[in-house]
C-alpha cells in the first residue's frame, strides 16, 4: 500500500486535477487512566490510576470516570458496556472523558473513536473491569510462640500487627482465663483496643504488655491471647 506522500494526478478529457495523498495510520490510544472515588466510609480522596494491560479491579461501591488520550485530537468517540447501546462520550483535543460510573460483577467496557481526518480507531479497545469486596483485615502476632511460660512477676511485651487493603482502624488484644469463670458463670477476659490511625494506614503496629502480677492473673493461669484489627467498613 501507500506509504509515502505523493500526488495522484486525475485526468478526465482535456480536463486534469491533481490531488494530494498523505498517508496516515489509525488514531490510537495513548493511555487510559481511572480516576477513582472510593465509598465514602473510607474517607480517601480521588485516586488517579493508570490503566494497563486493559483490565481494571474496582472496590465494591465506587464510582470511576475514565479518561483516555489519543495520538490526533478527536471529532468523536464512544464506549460501550458487555454490548449495549454505545454511549457518546465527552470529547476534548485529543482526550475523551466518561461520566462517573459504578459497576457490578465483571463487565467489559469497549471504546472507539474518531479522528477530525475522519479515520476511526478501526476495532475496538476492551477493558476488562472486576468488582472486589472490602476483605476483613489481618491481624498477626509476630514474636509470640504457641506456648509461652512466664512468671507472675514478668512483663511479657506482645506485639500486633494488623493490615488492610485500604485502611486499619484499630488493632487489639483479648485474652481470656482457660477454664476459669466468674460468680455467674461467665468466662474472665479482657479486651484491649489501640485506635487513632489514619484512614489511609494499610499497616499498624502496637505492643501490649502482659503483666499478670499487674492484672490479677492469679500464678498457674493458662491464657488464651487473640489479637484484633478493624477495618472502616461499616
Known amino acids: 500500500g501507500q506509504t509515502r506522500e505523493g500526488v495522484l494526478t486525475v485526468r478526465v478529457g482535456d480536463s486534469q486535477q491533481q490531488v494530494r495523498i498523505v498517508p496516515t495510520h489509525r488514531p490510537s490510544l495513548k493511555n487510559l487512566t481511572a480516576s477513582l472515588q472510593l465509598p ?3 474517607k480517601y480522596p480521588t485516586l488517579e490510576e493508570p490503566i494497563r494491560s486493559g483490565s481494571l479491579t474496582l472496590l465494591e461501591g465506587s464510582q470511576v470516570t475514565l479518561r483516555g488520550a489519543a495520538n490526533r485530537p478527536l471529532a468523536t468517540a464512544a464506549m460501550q458496556i ?3 447501546t454505545q454511549t457518546t462520550l465527552r470529547i476534548e483535543g485529543q482526550t475523551f472523558q ?10 467489559t467496557a469497549s471504546f472507539t473513536w474518531r479522528d477530525t481526518l475522519g479515520l476511526d480507531s478501526g476495532a475496538a479497545w476492551p477493558l476488562t473491569i472486576k468488582t472486589v469486596k472490602d476483605f476483613a483485615p489481618r491481624i498477626d502476632l509476630p514474636g509470640l510462640s504457641s506456648e509461652t511460660a512466664i512468671l507472675e512477676s514478668d512483663i511479657l511485651p506482645i506485639k500486633m500487627a494488623g493490615e488492610d487493603d485500604y485502611g486499619v482502624r484499630e488493632v487489639g488484644l483479648r485474652w481470656e482465663l482457660v477454664g476459669v469463670v466468674d460468680a455467674a458463670g461467665r468466662p474472665i477476659l479482657r479486651e484491649f483496643n489501640f485506635g487513632g490511625s ?11 504488655l502482659l503483666s499478670p502480677s499487674l492484672q490479677g492473673i492469679p500464678a498457674d493461669s493458662i491464657l488464651e491471647v487473640r489479637g484484633l484489627a478493624v477495618d472502616y467498613f461499616p
Open 40 to 42: 465514602a466510609y473510607l
Open 82 to 84: 458487555d454490548g449495549q
Open 98 to 107: 466518561t461520566a462517573a460510573l459504578t459497576f457490578d460483577g465483571r463487565p
Open 198 to 208: 489514619s484512614p489511609q494506614r494499610k499497616k499498624a503496629e502496637e505492643t501490649y
